[in-house]
């Protein structure tokens, strides 16, 4: 999901990178931050309203509630407003809210990272929130690759709550949830308009436990309950084989996530199936919903020797470029990439690249087109702010976010395929390693 249910962010070495919000920035929070490229949603999300207190450290309102601190610093004011904001009016509604509604008493915390939820709601990104210290904790958790939950990665697109991609060998994906899958309902709460963060803490629980989905599949007449009993999900993101093919030597590697392992156990997968002398290769990229940026950049990197793999563009027109390191191990071994509506930010960094550098032919769907980039930024007090700060472009300066990755040999999955344990995505890239009609192959001879 927005985190196995999981989420996304940014930075140098990890998975993308930029200081541009007064945040102390630790070792800690350099690697929460790697996790902005992923699909994954944050924790929370209650649409609300005020400007400027998330420059203001408050923590509760004119009159204290016993046990809670007092407002602190509620004079403060953004340096860079561009216009007089009457801050009177935010303190006048949070003195109606604490005298006079109808459930009493009001938490001043509460209140306090429920403002800060609503500065951030503001924005209409569905990919910024605001995470007070609790949810940060819990997203921090998702980098290590493991959490109690379905299993489904999740995002939004075009306004509507949709599954990306169901983790391999998860709840999620025994119960039959696909790429785009519409979620209409969680529990029976309705999802239109919901964060994705608010989604992900519905759909996420103590393993054991149950969470029913209202879901909508293109091509059906009308919606359907989907059952689902949480559990440990633990994410193995690499995954390899030789197969034969017509006597060819193919090397499949399939790459389910870019999370902190990712990395390593591809360079290992990368050596072994080097020791077989492969004579091809496949990269299948399908359902996978992003990750560290980095990762992305290094498994590239070993196709595309010492170029650019990504380009990010900020709101002032500058760009950034994010190029290979690698050994390139790969370089002349003729390729293809698998990709489907599920393999989104990461993935389409990877598929991008190598389409664009002509090291690969990438077959299947256009990809989900999550190409926004978000910093994650921790504060004194334990909580978090994710921020949409930058889109990412290919090497040749295609727009990833809303677009997707274009495959260069267009293959459908259907619904029935699906149903009939059938690949034609698969059989498709084998039926052009023996030789049948469609492009040539990258790095063939």
């Known amino acids: ?236 993101s690499v995954t390899w084989e030789m197969r034969e093919v017509d006597g060819k030597k193919v090397g499949v590697i399939e790459i389910s996530h870019f999370n902190e392992n990712t990395w390593p156990n591809f360079s290992d997968a990368v050596q072994n199936v080097l020791l077989e002398g492969p004579d091809h290769l496949i990269l299948d990229l399908r359902n996978n919903p992003g990750g560290f940026l980095d990762t992305a950049v290094q498994v590239a990197g070993e196709w595309v020797p010492h170029d650019v793999i990504v380009v990010e563009r900020f709101s002032d027109g500058s760009t950034r470029d994010y190029r290979s390191d690698g050994s390139a191990r790969f370089i002349d071994i003729p390729t293809l990439v698998l990709v489907n509506g599920g393999s989104a930010s990461a993935s389409e960094i990877v598929a991008g690249a190598l389409q664009d550098h002509g090291k690969a032919v990438i077959v299947g769907e256009t990809t989900f087109g999550k190409g926004s980039v978000q910093d994650y930024m921790e504060f004194p007090d334990g909580s978090a702010l994710k921020l949409t700060i930058a889109l990412w472009m290919t090497p040749d300066g295609r727009q990833i976010d809303q677009e997707g990755i274009v495959p260069d040999v267009p293959v459908e999955l259907t619904l029935e395929d699906f149903e009939n344990d059938r690949d034609p995505q698969m059989d498709r890239a084998l039926e052009m390693i023996r030789g049948g009609a469609g492009p040539e192959i990258a790095g063939a001879p």
Request: net charge negative; proline share 6%; hydrophobic share 40%.
């Open 1 to 236: 999901m927005t985190g196995p249910m999981t989420g996304s962010t940014d930075q140098d070495t990890p998975e993308e990178s930029r200081d541009v919000v007064t945040a102390p920035v630790t070792e800690t929070n350099r690697v929460a931050r790697n996790y902005a490229l992923g699909v994954i949603g944050a924790v929370i999300g209650i649409i609300g309203f005020v400007a400027g207190v998330f420059f203001v450290h408050l923590t509760a309102g004119p009159e204290p509630t016993v046990g809670e601190p007092l407002v602190i610093n509620r004079e403060a004011r953004p340096a860079d407003t561009a216009e007089e904001i009457d801050f009177s009016g935010f303190w006048d509604v949070w003195s109606l809210i604490k005298e006079r509604y109808v459930s009493q008493p009001v938490g001043d915390r509460d209140l306090y990272y429920g403002a800060l939820r609503g500065l951030v709601g503001a924005l209409e990104d569905p990919y910024s929130v605001h995470l007070d210290p609790e949810l940060a904790e819990k997203f921090s958790l998702e980098l290590s690759g493991s959490f109690e939950g379905i299993g489904a990665e999740i995002g939004i697109k075009k306004n509507q709550l949709k599954v990306i991609a169901p983790l391999s060998g998860t709840p999620a994906e025994q119960a039959g949830l696909k790429p785009g899958d519409d979620i209409i309902a969680i529990d029976g709460v309705d999802t239109f308009g919901m964060f994705i963060e608010e989604a992900v803490q519905l759909i996420r629980g103590p393993k054991g436990t149950e969470v029913t989905l209202l879901i909508y599949r293109e091509g059906l007449t009308e919606a359907f309950e989907v059952k689902i009993v949480r559990s440990t999900i633990v994410i193995e």
